[in-house]
């Protein structure tokens, strides 16, 4: 089944508004086991019609958000009917809901509302408990289109409550299986993870491999019909990759840190220069961090690494704020003053000014400190560009604390 | 000149990421003179080429995103050459080029990487600094094509300071004129701005006014014809706006605030409880906040409060940490441990738990401690979603320093 989505607005084309309805409906209709295989954004107006006569060449379903407003440029209700042929039929019933609606907040209905009573011949009306348009359900025997209000507000409730129970029902038997897994990983690109794995994996049998790397990591996505068989491919790839997998599925670093620490009873505190609180701000996006997090430091010059963490001054002159050395003294200052279970220190050089031949831009070391004395001390060359540089070295120090929970 | 985007990636079809390059290459654009008419997304492979042909049969300009990396299901490079009947010539230098940059980060290049240095015939190869996979662009007479790569952190930059210009000169001439101010303002709604000022903006003549709401702000964006209107346009927005305009342009308020800061050679700390250190984190992400920023503590449990910036426990126990003297206390012991020029301090309920009828999920107390013993407090009720909150809650914080500074 050919599953495509027409998004209608001139505000998406100027950048405006960021388009969040694509993502919403692929993901449910993912759960479906249905995959859209082309979106298109066109503006109000006649663009609508063809982009909908070019998706019906194709498509056996077909969503359609917005354009189903009361003023002249929303023309998606007339468009569709137009390229099914069909008539549009006035609803008296309809019409009486929205005036019904516009009494309730005491707004006075003008004589343009009369346009959202209008349904193409035999179409499914979709109820709107959040606006005035109702949405519409329109097919011709091979193309079913289903018209969604452009507003999320009003789109996501009808699509969960209406239109998703419609086509489940339509749809029965139709549904291909379609089972996924995403898998994390940090620290390998994208073309060393497909090297370890990916004809191996295709060797399993139909598994769809596919790649989305950002800086330092990669988001693994493996795509079966049997939910066996994407478990295989997904346990060949731990197999492989081994902890370099972070985590499966949506979650976050920031998530599984404070999965694990909150499972493992423990506590971590953070020590903080070149990240300038990045990896406590990252701790705190994740509710209930505060029974692990409680103590974390920005020692952002020198003078505060030593004030506020102990780090001798003559360790600060002999090898400099960026070194293993610094970097082992301000995880152990923040062990003791926080009384944590864990303390992680990152210190480094984000750039784009401070480097130096032996110490570039991008250079930065990690320090891991454990209550019963044990201590890791690793080195890493980052991006030079200074906020990738800052998510890398936070990610790598989240990762350091997962390693050591985990 | 009709201009097309096609941005490819399975995983915008999946819903797993959100398209962000349209609204970016839109204003963009918007800002030569040129609007998007027609937005496409195609999973990675052959779907690509379709597309590509689709859009050459109408658009004179045609952006592609993504599909430039190294892996199997990266085909754009291909998929553009062969719509455009051109072959794709290897390039030794690229190759080297990339070489190079996994050499400085201690990689081992394989030879999957070999993609990257292909070029269609007679195709203008776009820097890449921020990753390995040049852009492009190619044309044939009446269409051209820019492929920009996929990760944001690379297409931003390349579109900036290689691909903008090169159009621009390429298309010198048969660009409209376009003048446009975005102002940035804090503490307004959009309507609020809208009453304020629109109608008397759009007395002075053709100004175009728009609006893009965030959380708790708004960029105002002024459009006209010609530079001496969108001037008298702004000016008229600051008379009637005041100091809650705290950038013009794209500035960031922590670039602001480092930016007055460095002027006035003063320096800032910053004492964290709900924000988790994302003010210390949006300073650090400023080059040279260094001169500017070097103390910033994370007390986000009461002891911390108490052994990090010296908060009385007896002020803890009788108004909670949730209060207008906690605040208070928590700047003025930032102010002590830094000797810093100014402290800021935030403490708050960030939810989603931890709410209760006096102190609600969302209230927020902050202050700001000045070394003349000046000290203010401002109490604040934002959004209860965490994320929302924190970002809010950093962003009134930075503006108390800007404001101090300013």
């Not at 005491?106 to 009369?114: A, D, G, H, I, P």
Request: with cysteine; proline share 5%.
């Amino acid at each position: 089944m050919r599953v495509e989505i027409i998004n209608t607005g001139t505000e998406l084309l100027l950048g405006q508004i960021t388009n969040t309805h694509l993502g919403f409906l692929a993901q449910s209709l993912f759960g479906l086991g249905l995959r859209v295989e082309r979106q298109v954004t066109v503006p109000d107006g006649p663009a609508i019609t063809l982009a909908f006569r070019d998706a019906m060449a194709r498509a056996d379903l077909i969503l359609v958000t917005g354009g189903l407003g009361p003023t002249s440029d929303d023309i998606t209700r007339e468009a569709v009917a137009e390229a099914f042929g069909l008539k549009l039929i006035f609803h008296q019933e309809i019409l009486d809901g929205i005036a019904a609606k516009f009494a309730e907040r005491k707004f006075v209905m003008n004589e343009l509302q009369r346009a959202q009573a209008l349904v193409p011949e035999g179409g499914v009306v979709l109820d709107n408990p959040f606006g005035t348009a109702p949405g519409l359900i329109v097919e011709d025997g091979t193309t079913v289109a289903v018209l969604l209000p452009g507003p999320p507000g009003e789109l996501r409730p009808m699509w969960q409550n209406e239109a998703l129970p419609w086509l489940r029902k339509r749809f029965a038997g139709r549904l291909p299986p379609v089972h996924e897994v995403t898998l994390r990983v940090l620290g390998l690109g994208e073309t060393r993870v497909q090297i370890l794995l990916e004809d191996e994996v295709k060797a399993l049998g139909p598994v769809e491999v596919g790649y989305c790397a950002r800086p330092g990591e990669v988001d693994l996505r493996l795509i079966a019909p049997e939910e066996s068989l994407v478990r295989k491919a997904a346990d060949l790839a731990r197999a492989k990759l081994g902890d370099a997998i972070y985590a499966e599925g949506a979650a976050t670093m920031e998530e599984v840190v404070v999965r694990v620490a909150r499972a493992a009873g423990k506590t971590v505190a953070t020590a903080e220069s070149c990240t300038g609180g990045l990896v406590a701000s990252r701790i705190t996006n994740v509710s209930r961090s505060s029974e692990i997090f409680r103590y974390g430091w920005v020692t952002y010059a020198n003078a505060a690494k030593m004030t506020e963490l102990g780090v001798p001054a003559g360790l600060l002159e002999t090898h400099g704020a960026v070194s293993p050395e610094v970097a082992r003294a301000m995880a152990e200052g923040a062990l003791r003053g926080s009384g944590a279970d864990l303390a992680v220190a990152v210190t480094g050089i984000a750039g784009p000014t401070g480097g130096t031949p032996e110490k570039p831009v991008g250079l930065v070391y990690f320090a891991l400190a454990r209550a019963d004395g044990q201590i890791e001390v690793i080195e890493r060359n980052l991006s030079t560009v200074r906020e990738t540089f800052k998510s890398m070295a936070a990610q790598i120090a989240l990762d350091l604390l997962r390693r050591a929970l985990g």
